[in-house]
């Protein structure tokens, strides 16, 4: 049994609910040799709301579905309630279905994490990253489960077509946060605070230097790009933003796309780095079961419309040409399209 958090992070356990033990799989079932045409991925998923979005996933045939964190709404330091919310939503007949069908990799956010907001003073971290890991049927003999923090890496496809998705970790190394006082603003940048502590990044360089990829997915709970609003974002910890965006000028990766959730919202954004050879973009798909739908927000590096309705991220890899195209979709209930743009590179 197990009480419910609510959207906005407290940490309540109020409602309860009987949860069945989940069906057991036989783990990721990841075929690394598979070229990777189309991708699903998103974030913000509350357990206990309707869990609509699956069939409209699966009617676009993803290869692969990646989890973009708060997937689902643990808040809690008691891990056996965090187990019963996975177990909760991994035996859900939707899901359930789902992943029968679907490869499934991921990263966590706050909420699955354990704590709203939370950075590295979380006292639950090291059992709280074994059960997500349970959650995302990682093997045990994993690299990620050599290691202290959730960050992953997997790479598909034959030479000459390989993506490589990285899956960093803004959470189990990261330090705290400066609240604002300014209504509307919850948080002030912490002018020298860091995100993904220094092995991450030992390791995050080291991966980028992989030549044989065509395209790298990196992907983060929180959102990379976008400065303006006053909740958490890359841009409140500087210092660490613009080590990520040197590092990727130092290593010159093939194309980049980046990938987040958090937001209850979606869009996509663009930003010009300078010693970067191409624009990079980042999808943020955010809001499955539930969003903001009232949102209004300045972005000044979106491209295209903001999208508050309940919704999923899709990418089409086309790989006809030399390099591949990618067009970055958003789409909802019903797989309506709410936006589409293929990326110039």
Not at 186 to 199: C, F, H, K, M, S
Request: one cysteine or more; glycine letters at 8%.
């Amino acid at each position: 049994m197990v009480g419910t958090a609510c959207g906005n992070g407290e940490e309540t356990e109020t409602r309860t609910v009987e949860v069945s033990e989940p069906t057991l799989y036989s783990g990721q079932n990841l075929d690394r040799e598979q070229l990777l045409e189309t991708v699903s991925l998103g974030s913000c998923n509350r357990q206990d709301l309707p869990q609509e979005m699956w069939p409209f996933i699966l009617e676009n045939d993803p290869d692969l579905w990646i989890w973009l964190g708060d997937n689902i709404y643990g808040d809690t330091r008691d891990m056996d309630v965090l187990k019963a919310k996975y177990q909760m939503q991994k035996s859900g007949t939707a899901y359930r279905a789902f992943r029968e069908q679907v490869p499934v990799i991921g990263i966590w956010d706050d909420h699955d994490y354990g704590v709203n907001d939370g950075g590295k003073e979380y006292p639950k971290k090291v059992e709280s990253e074994t059960l997500m890991l349970d959650f995302m049927d990682v093997p045990p003999e994993a690299p990620v489960r050599q290691r202290p923090g959730a960050y992953q890496s997997y790479a598909f496809g034959p030479a000459g077509r390989k993506v490589k998705v990285l899956l960093l970790d803004a959470r189990y190394f990261r330090d705290s946060l400066e609240k604002s006082q300014d209504e509307g603003r919850r948080y002030i940048p912490n002018q020298t605070g860091d995100i993904l502590g220094e092995a991450q990044w030992a390791w995050l360089e080291e991966e980028l230097r992989d030549n044989s990829v065509s395209l790298f997915l990196i992907g983060s709970g929180i959102q990379f790009l976008p400065e303006d609003h006053g909740y958490e974002k890359w841009a409140n910890f500087p210092k660490a933003r613009q080590r990520f965006f040197d590092l990727l000028v130092a290593t010159q990766p093939s194309r980049t796309l980046l990938m987040s959730g958090d937001r209850h919202l979606a869009e996509l954004s663009q930003m010009e780095i300078e010693g970067l050879p191409y624009p990079l973009y980042e999808i943020t798909a955010s809001g499955m079961t539930h969003s903001w739908e009232e949102a209004e927000e300045l972005n000044r590096y979106r491209q295209g419309p903001l999208v508050t309705l309940k919704n999923f991220g899709m990418l089409q890899l086309d790989w006809e040409g030399e390099s591949p195209e990618v067009t970055v979709e958003v789409r909802g209930l019903g797989n309506e399209v709410y936006l589409s743009q293929t990326l110039k590179w």
